[in-house]
């Protein structure tokens, strides 16, 4: 009867193993993917404050020359030339 149990233990912690073993491998790759991802996210919000401070940087050049930049017509360029 021992035998039996202990037979049925083995059976179990070697499933339990397995799979342990197989969701090891599903996580470190999940972890390499968010890594990734995290990093890529990084650089797109850098992208976009680099952006943001060029647009910053043409509405100064713009007043410095006498044009009239309010926040409206770049929302309005912005669109042109996404649409475009």
Known sequence: MALEFNEKIE???RERKFHQQNAAV???GLTTQW???CHKNIEIEMACANI????ELIKLEGK???LNIDSET???LSVMQIDG
Do not use: A, W
């Open 52 to 55: 943001q401070h060029f647009i």
């Open 74 to 76: 770049t929302e309005n």
């Open 64 to 66: 410095e020359i006498g």
């Open 26 to 28: 599903d996580l470190n």
């Open 35 to 37: 890594g990734l991802l």
């Open 11 to 13: 059976i179990v912690n």
